[in-house]
């Protein structure tokens, strides 16, 4: 690594040369010499670190990153992959695809942020989306093809609403499950499905896990499920793939209700073959499961108009704690990656701890 001082029409210059590992050889101007002395620093820790430094690296478009960022990422999902390639395709691609890295600064990722928001997207989908911009930029910086702090870094970004979730009673749960066989008709041939909601409802289990269950995952001596995979629709097709986390292979227990229920289900079936059909026969899908028990009009007539399938598993942990599980027990049957996910999510079921703390405190002496 050498400088060089230069004469040149705008003024003196100075010229910092090196070889980068293939013999290429690279340089880069600066108009002061305490500049080039810097970078010159920059260059000789990166060496003794095994780095190497390419200031072109900064004219790559954010394009070529990304490709390269997704084809490092085989960890991926087939779901997750999925969404980020549409974030890229819908939201990132137009504003910043063709930008050379180098351009990019925090107040232009901060402005797309802005318009994004201006234009409706709610608060989880603009943070998924600057999510995919950011370890895209991540990536560019470990290839040490942009230098300094990530512009993607320090963003402002619109408020989270308050989530809410839909609890369900036991007398609720019952009452849905009702509901959902008698839309499935008179019709003996007919496979009821409102068994799904108390199987649902009673194990926390997520529908993909729900439909990715194997006749072997569930052992009814023991009474317990083993999660081991998950079915996601893609494009109408159900793709298996792993559970939402390490923490999502797990044991569950099958309270004595569903064991009946579950033994009906797998009656005439061997290991591999699914646990859970469809009215047809086959895995059974979310979308096809809602059209079949008519969902929509269902929950209408539960009053609860605004419930997901999904508050069946919120409804699970709420009836865990009634029951009088922990909150430690309910993370590890639910497949939460941490405590601290089950505290977020349901510091609402423990607010009558709160009491507990101000009755203890009243019973101190003075």
């Known amino acids: 690594m050498t400088i060089r001082r230069r004469e040149a029409k705008s003024g003196t210059r100075w010229d910092v040369e090196w070889l980068l590992p293939d013999g290429t050889k690279r340089s880069k101007t600066f108009k002061t010499l305490r500049g080039a002395k810097l970078f010159d620093g920059e260059l000789r820790s990166a060496r003794e670190?095994?780095?190497?430094?390419?200031?072109?690296?900064?004219?790559?478009?954010?394009?070529?990153v990304y490709?390269?960022?997704?084809?490092?990422?085989?960890?991926?999902?087939?779901?997750?992959?999925?969404?980020?390639?549409?974030?890229w395709r819908l939201r990132i691609e137009p504003k910043f695809g063709n930008w050379p890295i180098g351009r990019i600064l925090?107040?232009?990722?901060?402005?797309?942020?802005?318009?994004?928001?201006?234009?409706?997207?709610?608060?989880?989908?603009?943070?998924?989306?600057h999510s995919v911009l950011r370890m895209t930029l991540d990536h560019a910086i470990?290839?040490?093809?942009?230098?300094?702090?990530?512009?993607?870094?320090?963003v402002r970004f619109p408020a989270m609403g308050e989530t809410s979730h839909v609890y369900l009673t036991a007398v609720e749960v019952s009452k849905l499950a009702e509901l959902c066989d008698t839309a499935m008709g008179e019709d003996s041939r007919a496979v009821k499905q409102g068994d799904v909601v108390l199987i649902l409802a009673y194990t926390g289990l997520r529908f993909g896990e729900l439909t990715g269950l194997n006749v072997e995952d569930v052992d009814l001596e023991a009474r317990r499920i083993r999660v081991r995979r998950s079915i996601t629709q893609l494009s109408g097709r159900l793709i298996e793939g792993p559970p939402k986390s390490r923490a999502g292979r797990r044991s569950v227990p099958i309270p004595e209700r569903l064991v009946p229920i579950l033994k009906r289900r797998m009656e005439g079936r061997i290991a591999g073959e699914p646990a859970i059909m469809s009215p047809k026969g086959s895995r059974l899908g979310l979308e096809n499961w809602k059209r079949a028990v008519g969902w929509r009009a269902r929950i209408v007539e539960?009053?609860?108009?605004?419930?997901?399938?999904?508050?069946?598993?919120?409804?699970?942990?709420?009836?865990?704690?009634?029951?009088?599980?922990?909150?430690?027990?309910?993370?590890?049957?639910?497949?939460?990656?941490?405590?601290?996910?089950?505290?977020h999510t349901y510091a609402d079921l423990y607010d009558s701890d709160l009491d507990r703390v101000a009755n203890a405190l009243d019973g101190l002496g003075d």
């Not at 599980?325 to 497949?335: R, Y």
């Open 67 to 87: 490709k390269n960022w997704l084809a490092s990422r085989p960890d991926l999902s087939r779901k997750v992959r999925r969404g980020y390639e549409d974030n």
């Open 106 to 129: 925090r107040e232009n990722v901060q402005e797309w942020v802005n318009e994004m928001t201006a234009e409706g997207l709610g608060p989880r989908t603009v943070r998924w989306t």
């Open 49 to 64: 670190d095994g780095e190497t430094v390419d200031p072109r690296g900064g004219k790559t478009e954010l394009q070529v």
């Open 302 to 343: 539960l009053g609860r108009p605004t419930m997901r399938v999904h508050d069946l598993r919120h409804t699970y942990a709420s009836l865990s704690r009634s029951a009088g599980a922990d909150m430690k027990l309910i993370q590890v049957t639910m497949g939460h990656a941490s405590i601290m996910v089950t505290a």
């Open 142 to 154: 470990t290839d040490r093809k942009l230098r300094g702090k990530n512009p993607a870094s320090n």
